[in-house]
């Protein structure tokens, strides 16, 4: 794989050596995906409030897309659990033509997150919020069906008909769409802005986190960028032939990787069976019951929701437990869009808590310093009118008010501050802000500031904002005992002016 490039499908190196054995395996393990995706994509279609056809135009057309133009080895991708209840409310708030078009937007953004090489920045999103939302899908999905399980009680109990896809639709086309644009208006698209983004993003986090859950049973790296490029192609096509949003499909990605799949052949393989199915045997899916299909939805809503984590959440830091109940309890509850926002900022804000609690300032002194040498330094060559703060951590705007306290302990009038900078890692424009103001108040009082040992990223901040011109080159040493010699060097020129 040559990452580098902007589109490269990951197919065009899996083909480099292909032979007869890895065509049976990716045949094999293609056929088996195809038959096992069949259900599913009629369920998952129903679910979601469109007809039949529709997840299997979707598993088709975007499986094909998917891993002929994706950044993985294995993904299959199709219609998924995941986008049931998104699409739902989406079509039953603006109607199935504007889901299309949805569609159509949600794939351009995930298309631009691949050109922009955004793909790494998925990893940003904690587990537990992932995990939270997931969760809380699984429990939608389980609740839709639970008024059709009583409905096949009540068939049971009183020997009514049951209905099947042939009474409820009647029946699956045996070819596939003709090529038609949906409608749409300009005003309209301002409206339909926020749902995209949601099929977008959760387009993303699912089919980025099914690729890195691939890469594990093989021992494999995808390409997020290429992966996201392949997705938003898929769900910019798919709708022009009246399908779904699309995404990588765990549950089928697993089956292809333990049936064998060593290439894309293998989900192409699987779009191809799809298609067959539908050319073939269309006429017999009439029959199939939707009790059925809602057995299949509960069995992937059990499986989707990661419950073990709710049992053991109590292990970890509160801050977690809190995203991932938030992000579960706010997606049976109101949406998934919000639930992913307020978990964001939850996650967010706890980790600026975390992050702001690691960072010091303190007095450096012999007593404070575990370094024999450099304790024996302080205890002889501080001169008297010098303080030393030792600065540790990360200066951003979150621990910006804790070189303040510097400003206060400062009114004891040192003569010379020194800031003992090795151990700050990054710095933002917000501590910058702050050290000028440091400095700006030391100069007024007549006194002085010498900055010891700023790290990489400080430095060039600080360069690159002219900071060292304004307090002196002079005064930004590598070690303790040149920022003391620098000391003392001021003290004597105070003293003689």
Same mark, same amino acid.
């Given at each position: 794989?040559?990452?580098?490039?902007?589109?490269?499908?990951?197919?065009?190196?899996?083909?480099?050596?292909?032979?007869?054995?890895?065509?049976?395996?990716?045949?094999?393990?293609?056929?088996?995906?195809?038959?096992?995706?069949?259900?599913?994509?009629?369920?998952?279609?129903?679910? =979601?409030?469109?007809?039949?056809?529709?997840?299997?135009?979707?598993?088709?057309?975007?499986?094909?897309?998917?891993?002929?133009?994706?950044?993985?080895?294995? $993904?299959?991708?199709?219609?998924?659990?995941?986008?049931?209840?998104?699409?739902?409310?989406?079509?039953?708030?603006?109607?199935?033509?504007?889901?299309?078009?949805?569609?159509?937007?949600?794939?351009?953004?995930?298309?631009?997150?691949?050109?922009?090489?955004?793909?790494?920045?998925?990893?940003?999103?904690?587990?537990?919020?992932?995990?939270?939302?997931?969760?809380?899908?699984?429990?939608?999905?389980?609740?839709? $069906?639970?008024?059709?399980?009583?409905?096949?009680?009540?068939?049971?109990?009183?020997?009514?008909?049951?209905?099947?896809?042939?009474?409820?639709?009647?029946?699956?086309?045996?070819?596939?769409?003709?090529?038609?644009?949906?409608?749409?208006?300009?005003?309209?698209?301002?409206?339909?802005? %926020?749902?995209?983004?949601?099929?977008?993003?959760?387009?993303?986090?699912?089919?980025?986190?099914? &690729?890195?859950? &691939?890469?594990?049973?093989?021992?494999?790296?995808?390409?997020?960028? $290429?992966?996201?490029? %392949?997705?938003?192609?898929?769900?910019?096509?798919?709708?022009?032939?009246?399908?779904?949003?699309?995404?990588?499909?765990?549950?089928?990605? &697993?089956?292809?990787?333990?049936?064998?799949?060593?290439?894309?052949?293998?989900?192409?393989?699987?779009?191809?069976?799809?298609?067959?199915?539908?050319?073939?045997?269309?006429?017999?899916?009439?029959?199939?019951?939707?009790?059925?299909?809602?057995?299949?939805?509960?069995?992937?809503?059990?499986?989707?929701?990661?419950?073990?984590?709710?049992?053991?959440?109590?292990?970890?830091?509160?801050?977690? =437990?809190?995203?991932?109940?938030?992000?579960?309890?706010?997606?049976?509850?109101?949406?998934?869009?919000?639930?992913?926002?307020?978990?964001?900022?939850?996650?967010?804000?706890?980790? +600026?808590?975390?992050?702001? %609690?690691?960072?010091?300032?303190?007095?450096?002194?012999?007593?404070?310093?575990?370094?024999?040498?450099?304790?024996?330094?302080?205890? #002889?060559?501080?001169?008297?009118?010098?303080? +030393?703060?030792?600065?540790?951590?990360?200066?951003?705007?979150?621990?910006?008010? @804790?070189?303040?306290?510097?400003?206060?302990?400062? #009114?004891?009038?040192?003569?010379?501050?020194?800031?003992?900078?090795?151990?700050?890692?990054?710095?933002?424009?917000?501590?910058?802000?702050?050290?000028?103001?440091?400095?700006?108040?030391?100069?007024?009082?007549? @006194?002085?500031?010498?900055?010891?040992?700023?790290?990489?990223?400080?430095?060039?901040?600080?360069? $690159?904002?002219?900071?060292?011109?304004?307090?002196?080159?002079?005064?930004?040493?590598?070690?303790?005992?040149?920022?003391?010699?620098?000391?003392? %060097?001021?003290?004597?020129?105070?003293?003689?002016?």
């Amino acid at each position: 794989m040559e990452p580098n490039r902007y589109f490269y499908p990951r197919l065009i190196d899996s083909l480099q050596g292909y032979d007869k054995a890895r065509f049976k395996a990716d045949l094999y393990s293609g056929v088996t995906v195809g038959v096992i995706a069949l259900p599913l994509a009629i369920a998952f279609a129903i679910a =979601s409030g469109a007809k039949p056809e529709a997840g299997i135009f979707t598993a088709i057309i975007a499986g094909f897309i998917i891993s002929a133009f994706g950044g993985s080895r294995v $993904q299959v991708g199709g219609p998924t659990g995941a986008f049931i209840v998104i699409v739902y409310g989406i079509i039953l708030q603006y109607g199935y033509v504007n889901l299309l078009i949805c569609t159509v937007m949600a794939g351009i953004m995930l298309l631009m997150m691949g050109l922009l090489r955004m793909g790494s920045l998925i990893k940003f999103f904690p587990r537990p919020l992932v995990t939270g939302f997931t969760s809380g899908i699984a429990v939608l999905i389980i609740l839709s $069906q639970v008024t059709l399980i009583l409905g096949t009680l009540l068939v049971s109990l009183f020997n009514l008909p049951v209905e099947t896809i042939g009474t409820r639709f009647g029946g699956i086309p045996q070819t596939l769409p003709s090529l038609s644009i949906p409608p749409f208006e300009f005003s309209t698209l301002h409206f339909l802005m %926020a749902p995209a983004m949601t099929i977008a993003l959760l387009g993303a986090i699912e089919s980025l986190l099914s &690729a890195s859950v &691939a890469d594990g049973m093989i021992d494999d790296k995808h390409d997020p960028n $290429q992966e996201l490029m %392949a997705q938003g192609l898929a769900n910019m096509v798919t709708p022009f032939f009246g399908g779904l949003p699309a995404t990588g499909a765990i549950a089928r990605t &697993a089956v292809n990787v333990r049936s064998g799949a060593t290439s894309p052949i293998s989900g192409i393989v699987h779009a191809l069976t799809l298609l067959i199915i539908v050319l073939v045997a269309a006429p017999m899916a009439k029959h199939i019951p939707l009790a059925t299909l809602s057995g299949i939805l509960l069995i992937v809503g059990l499986n989707m929701g990661e419950w073990e984590s709710f049992t053991t959440m109590h292990r970890y830091p509160k801050s977690d =437990s809190a995203v991932l109940m938030a992000t579960f309890l706010l997606t049976v509850i109101i949406d998934l869009t919000v639930a992913v926002e307020v978990g964001m900022f939850i996650a967010i804000f706890t980790f +600026i808590q975390r992050i702001t %609690a690691l960072t010091h300032v303190s007095i450096e002194d012999e007593s404070t310093h575990d370094d024999d040498e450099e304790r024996a330094v302080l205890r #002889k060559d501080v001169p008297e009118g010098v303080v +030393i703060y030792r600065v540790f951590g990360a200066l951003f705007f979150g621990a910006a008010d @804790k070189l303040e306290t510097v400003l206060l302990e400062s #009114k004891s009038d040192p003569d010379v501050l020194i800031l003992k900078m090795h151990e700050v890692i990054s710095m933002d424009a917000s501590a910058l802000h702050t050290l000028e103001h440091l400095f700006n108040t030391l100069r007024k009082r007549g @006194k002085h500031l010498i900055l010891c040992g700023p790290h990489t990223q400080p430095y060039f901040l600080m360069h $690159q904002a002219g900071f060292f011109e304004r307090v002196g080159r002079e005064n930004v040493v590598a070690t303790v005992e040149r920022a003391l010699f620098r000391a003392k %060097a001021l003290l004597n020129l105070s003293e003689t002016a």
